[in-house]
């Protein structure tokens, strides 16, 4: 689960478009606008896409003649949590800053400043 997803990140491009779905939530990207955003070719932004799928991380879905790209975000906060559940193991306080880091950055206050 987690090694299929990380590893579908660690190539430059497919990461670049999965931190711009994340971006782009909950409304998602056209392939071709996301394509442009990236500077990338559609049909190699395709591939990258394709494989970011299989991992789980995104979901594309047909509207009209376009394909709209979403990042999954229950399948990244899965991640995560493994990641911090498996790397902590089980003793809380080595995790409690990474914790603490994390939460400001997604607090609703936090938000709305920027």
Known sequence: MAIMALAALAQPTRLDAF?????SEPDGLAVGRLADLLAVPQNTLSSHLNVLSHAGLVR???RSRSIIYRA???RLRDVTLYLI???CG??????RP???ELSPC???EDQRHD
């Open 19 to 23: 931190r711009a779905l994340i971006a």
């Open 60 to 62: 594309g879905e047909r």
């Open 72 to 74: 999954d975000i229950e």
């Open 85 to 87: 559940k498996d790397c």
């Open 90 to 95: 089980g003793r809380p306080e080595l995790c």
């Open 98 to 100: 990474l914790v603490a």
């Open 106 to 108: 997604c607090s609703k």
